[in-house]
């Protein structure tokens, strides 16, 4: 059909494409509601004796499946992208310990706003092992791209609202499980460094990455559950109602494999930057869900240091995509 023969009620191009971008947007957007809500599903179902059992559980309903979508591309990776991926499962499997025992110790709206400090923490790391920070303060000895006045702004903003939200009860020594969850913010930079530096798995596709790095963490797991002497798998399994299956497979499904598979698909039809912003709302739904469902009261010093935290980690990616 001819420009001129078509049909008066064809959508205009513009908004054609903006209904293509919304469908590519709203798959990306349950997944940080998902992710929002893994805090609160990983409390409901997990107890400080139970944590390795219920990881274990987690992603061993979840390997096999990326085995079978991946087993050519596993066939294909070679012995150093076997070695870097393993090692990148290692700091994986240490990430979610110390989210999982976090959250059994703290309130889900805590959980996921302390660990959103990733997005402030990745570019600050990145700049101390390039050496750029003393460029950004001023100093024209390093180089590389300068962190910006505005992000470290941003950065002090958003550590400032987590001190205010650790505080919602008055000014108090952190809880445990907060400070397990700041170690897994810096366990999450950790990797994502790791990620960058290890040069074997850069020519690795990211299913057969995922699939080696979720096994070596189900391997981790596996070890600990059999060496810890406390609840294995098994028996937590034997234990589970209604109620705790539903949130291991929320767990296991959703947050896991529904939300890799939407990532590998959203990244070819849309931007890296939009995928960032949009999985960057996860703390938002987070405190959401912890408000909403689980009744976490934050107090006037919770609330704003909320406000803090959405804002200056907001305010950082957009001036980390603008370097």
Known sequence: MTAS????????????ARRRAWLTDLPLLLVAVFWGGSYLAAKGITTSHTVVAVLVLRFALVVPVLVAAGWRGLRALTGAQWRGAALLGGILAGIFLLETYGVVHTSATNAGLIISLTMIFTPLA????????????GSAQAGGTPISRGFLGAAALSVTGVVLLTQGAGFTAPSSGDVLILLAAVARTAHVLAMARIKAVRSADSLSLTTVQLGTAVLVFAVLAAAGGGVTPWAAALEFGPREWAGLIFLSVFCTLFAFFVQMWAVRRTSPSRVSLLLGTEPLWAALAGVALAGDRPGVLGLAGAVLVLGGTAWGRRGADAQ
């Open 5 to 16: 023969s078509a049909s008066p009620y064809a959508a205009p191009a513009p908004l054609a």
């Open 126 to 137: 990145e700049a101390a092992v390039t050496r750029t920070i003393p460029r950004a303060l």
